[in-house]
């Protein structure tokens, strides 16, 4: 191997605050991987604060500065300057790496003993080909190494993904990036609730997971103006239930039993949302109480009824007469390891949970079932069922302290708490980690951390992730566009990582592998089945 | 003002014995006249006229092709697509025959330019209306053809429009066949006036943006059990008469069948055999059949006693003696504490064939992936409802047997691969 070059000494320090001298003419950058070799391994150190350090006294240093300022120095210079002023960077310990093995440093690096900056092959332990979850790659201050960070999708998914950012920090490129890397998963299905349409693409010029090789047998889309090839977004009325909408709305006592009421009167035939639009009113439900919910049901989800008495909805994602698969279609795609889209940009707030809430009750209430039945090799039939994940934007609509104090658990939070026991996950989007109660985020157990200069939302994320961050609440802030720091109960340390722009990873995606006889089984006539 | 009938799903030939069959037949009967009576200017019918391409019973067939020569002489022109059932994949169909006999009009008329399939209009020379069509295929694999589709020019298409059609539509299967395959609306042409569906046996009509109206008539009569159980549930058959001029301006259903049903479903958990065949004895001698067909769902679990202990021939023949028309008995849903019995009685024949073939694929060893899974599935009832195919009167077993094979080398797409 070649000689690697020396950037700097440990020369001080304490767990977590090693100091490293620079070595004049190299830089050292905030967030740097560095490298302390030691008998035991590799010490893997990450640089948290720079500071600068002298031989000569603060006095001399000031007098000097003066001197040059004023124009009386003449050409005043430092005597063996590279030795007497230099950088100092304070770092700690992340990961010790012994062959393949990596373990978490309990002992300081020898002291004295130089460090070089990370390569590729130090990080070699990192790039697991059979992960599929693809994040980015290793990011050393701001170089980007060559090294993948994957991780499996199952744990990931599973244990839910947090992934806080402000606006413009790259969370919406990640995300289709990471959807891009496990279209392909068998054992994960993905519900995305797409509020601004942005990750499927397939209309104009803009890429998105349409162009996927494997999109048609693998994507499922549904939107209100759905391009040549997918799906129109309609969801049959008889498919909610009053439980789904007390979820949306904080609804009085009088209220929740009005839905009852007419869940129970029209239990059979399942119009109860009809009745609500037909004045056909339980004896038990107020006049008052009714038009209420006609309100609420009109604003939330566009219904009304027409002057033949029709119940209509106007935005179309609802009917009485359409879309009674729709939900059934979604969870045997999600079932089947496939990633369901579902454009909700033409639908309000409450529309889109609603959505969401139906798909995830059904599918929580599904896996629930199979984790009681044994199937045919003896095990629990959840052991056959792929990984299921929803993917929701400004995760504080359902998981906010405000709404779950309101209203108690939603299906989300249900999820967060207790949906890795059923193979369930959330992957919550927010700006606002703050809001989400700390019993909630804890069980985020991967935290994907973008750039985010409120201190308020920092000391959140910090204070939650899976690896002590608090040395990093400085570059947390300062993270550019596409930067960020994975920090997980599945990797070794918080890792920072550079997230590719998705126009240039799908450039670099390999085509679609296709055997020349996949498709045209009669050109292999003499092929027999065995 | 114009009028239109629309029909679909007809399945000719598919009640074979009987008083059934003419009930069959006298639903379709009653349809065209009904069309004569009303001065329909045209009649489409989307698929599934015959219950198979090349029909063994030649009276039926007789009786149709009359009926539908007694339309054409009154000048009412019908026109045609196939539908998964009348399709055959190689030889000639009964549409076909029609066809050139100019009792009908296929509306299919494509040609694949450049990968692209290009549909042709027919134009009804009365009305002015245009119609086009996409037949379907077996197990939903007519998908590749709405794929290739060039949507664009019939979007294009001026005039009263009508795309005739016989799939499942994903957004409008009624929740009982969300297993059944399908295709996404937004491959159809966006824009016309009237889609003529067919393949669903459930009478609807639907707006969708961009598709305004879309119609499934349903059978006329019925063709399986499930469409004798929704029937007797109150689910009216018939067929739709269309008024338009610029666009649609009223949509009718008219009903089709005269006979009655009755449907009763019984529990018999906690019966032992003997005292549920007591039971049910007893309970039929009450019910009013005579006349009527009758649709019976016994489920439950029994105490005692195999579920064949029940003879169940003996009570159809009690209610076949006290007038019934048919009984269909479905008894899936009866299981017995001491015998876990395998029963897949009551299910359509359709259902437990691709059950039976989903529940076996996987012991198919294989590295052709259409061999697997899914496509396995659906190659095997393909080949299977090819296989399933009577010969012919006018056929000699040789020419059966030539033809069987042509038609399942034509499915696997084997077609001249064994020539030498």
């Known amino acids: 191997m070649e000689e690697l070059e020396i950037i700097g000494q440990i020369i001080a320090g304490k767990v977590a605050h090693i100091l490293i001298r620079e070595k004049t003419d190299t830089k050292i950058e905030l967030g740097n991987l560095l490298v302390a070799e030691s008998r035991n391994g590799s010490l893997i150190l990450q640089v948290h604060n720079l500071f600068y350090g002298s031989q000569v006294s603060r006095e001399v240093l000031e007098l000097t500065a003066g001197l040059e300022l004023e124009g009386r120095g003449g050409s005043l210079e430092f005597f063996d300057e590279s030795l007497r002023n230099y950088v100092l960077a304070e770092a700690r310990a992340v990961a010790l790496v012994s062959g393949n093995r990596v373990t978490i440093p309990k002992a300081l690096p020898d002291f004295f003993s130089s460090v070089r900056h990370v390569i590729n092959e130090d990080l070699q332990f ?92 693998k994507i499922r889309y549904y939107s209100l ?44 035939d399942k119009q109860w949302i009809e009745a609500i639009f037909k004045d056909e009113r339980p004896e038990n439900v107020a006049p008052m109480t009714a038009a209420v919910l006609q309100r609420k049901f009109k604003t939330a989800l566009g219904l009304d009824v027409n002057e033949q008495g029709d119940l209509i909805c106007y935005n179309r994602a609802f009917s009485a007469t359409s879309g009674e698969s729709t939900l059934s279609e979604m969870i045997a795609a999600l079932e089947s390891g496939m990633i369901v889209v579902v454009d909700t ?58 709404v779950l104090s309101q209203g108690g658990d939603t299906t989300y939070s249900t999820v967060a708490r207790e949906g890795r026991k059923f193979k369930i996950g959330l992957v919550a989007i927010t700006q606002l980690t703050s809001v989400i109660p700390t019993t909630v985020l804890a069980n985020l157990n991967t935290k994907i951390i973008f750039g985010n200069e409120m201190a308020s939302e920092r000391n959140a994320i910090i204070s939650s992730a899976a690896q002590d961050l608090k040395e990093d609440y400085a570059t947390i802030g300062s993270l550019d566009k596409g930067e960020a720091i994975v920090s997980s109960i599945f990797t070794k340390f918080a890792i920072p990582i550079q997230v590719p722009l998705f126009d240039d990873y799908v450039a670099e995606y390999p085509s679609r592998d296709t055997p020349e006889d996949k498709h045209d089984i009669h050109l292999k006539p003499n092929r027999r089945v065995v | 003002m114009h009028q239109f009938a629309h029909m679909a799903d007809v399945h000719l030939g598919a009640n074979r014995h009987g008083k059934m069959a003419e009930l069959e037949i006298g639903a379709f009967a009653r349809a065209m006249d009904i069309c004569i009576t009303r001065k329909v200017d045209f009649i489409v019918i989307s698929g599934d006229l015959f219950h198979v391409g090349v029909p063994s019973d030649l009276n039926t067939v007789r009786q149709a092709v009359a009926k539908m020569r007694e339309v054409t002489e009154h000048g009412i022109p019908i026109y045609a697509i196939y539908g998964s059932h009348d399709y055959t994949p190689t030889s000639t169909s009964i549409i076909d025959v029609i066809d050139s006999a100019g009792l009908l009009t296929k509306i299919v008329r494509p040609q694949v330019i450049d990968g692209t399939l ?26 590749e053809y709405y794929d290739m589709l060039d949507r664009e020019e019939l979007e294009r298409l001026d005039g009263f429009k009508i795309f005739a059609f016989h799939s499942g539509i994903d957004e409008l299967k009624p929740e009982y066949l969300s297993r059944m395959d399908s295709i996404p609306i937004s491959l159809f042409p966006k824009g016309f006036d009237y889609y003529a569906g067919g393949h669903v046996h459930q009478h609807s009509e639907h707006h969708l943006p961009g598709y305004d109206r879309i119609v499934f008539p349903g059978p006329l009569f019925a063709g399986y059990g499930r469409d004798f159980e929704f029937t007797a549930k109150g689910e009216r058959r018939g067929f739709y008469i269309v008024s338009f001029d610029q666009t649609v301006t009223d949509v009718e259903f008219v009903e089709t069948v005269l006979v009655e049903s009755v449907y009763k479903e019984y529990n018999l958990t906690g019966f032992n055999s003997s005292r549920a065949q007591d039971t049910l004895a007893e309970s039929f001698s009450r019910l009013d059949v005579d006349g009527k067909i009758v649709v019976l769902k016994i489920r439950g679990e029994l105490s005692g006693g195999k579920t064949s202990d029940i003879d169940f021939v003996h009570l159809q023949n009690l209610l076949y ?100």
């Open chain 1, 126 to 217: 990192m790039d697991v080909p059979e992960n599929t979850a693809y994040l980015g790659k290793v990011r050393s201050g701001s170089n980007v190494l060559d090294v993948p960070v994957r991780l499996n999708a199952q744990d990931l998914f599973t244990h839910h993904v947090l992934i806080p950012a402000t606006t413009g920090r790259g969370k919406s490129n990640l995300v289709k990036v990471l959807l891009w890397s496990v279209v392909n998963d068998d054992n994960l299905g993905v519900l995305v609730l797409d509020p601004h349409d942005e990750y499927y693409g397939g209309r104009g010029k803009e890429l998105g997971l349409s162009n996927h090789p494997d999109a048609k047998d």
């Open chain 1, 225 to 268: 103006a759905a391009p040549a090839g997918t799906n129109t977004l309609v969801i049959n009325l008889k498919s909610i239930m009053p439980w789904h909408i007390e979820e949306l709305f904080n609804l009085t006592d009088p209220q929740s039993e009005a839905l009852y009421g007419y869940y129970f009167a029209h239990k059979k």
């Open chain 1, 345 to 402: 940009s033409r639908l309000s707030d409450k529309a889109e949970l609603l959505i969401g809430s139906l798909v995830i009750n059904e599918i929580l209430t599904k896996y629930q079932r199979y984790k009681q039945e044994t199937g045919s090799s003896g095990v629990s039939k959840l052991e056959d069922k792929p990984v299921v994940s929803i993917v929701i934007e400004e995760a504080p609509r359902v998981l906010g302290a405000d």
């Open chain 2, 118 to 143: 290009k549909l042709e209009c027919v134009e009804d020379a009365r009305t002015g209306a245009k119609l086009v069509g996409i037949s379907a295929r077996r197990m939903g694999l007519e998908r």
């Open chain 2, 321 to 420: 003696a006290r007038g019934a028309v048919d009984v269909h008995l479905g008894r899936r849903g009866l299981t017995s504490a001491d015998y876990a019995a395998i029963t897949v009685a009551g299910e359509d024949v359709t259902v437990i064939e691709e059950r039976l073939f989903k529940e076996n694929v996987g012991t198919v060893h294989t590295n052709i992936t259409e061999l697997q899974g899914d496509s396995g599935v659906k190659l095997s009832l393909e080949l299977l409802n090819v296989l399933k195919e009577d010969k012919n009167p006018a056929e000699n077993k040789k020419e059966y047997e030539a033809r069987m094979i042509e038609d399942a080398f034509g499915v696997l797409q084997l077609k001249g691969a064994f020539e030498k």
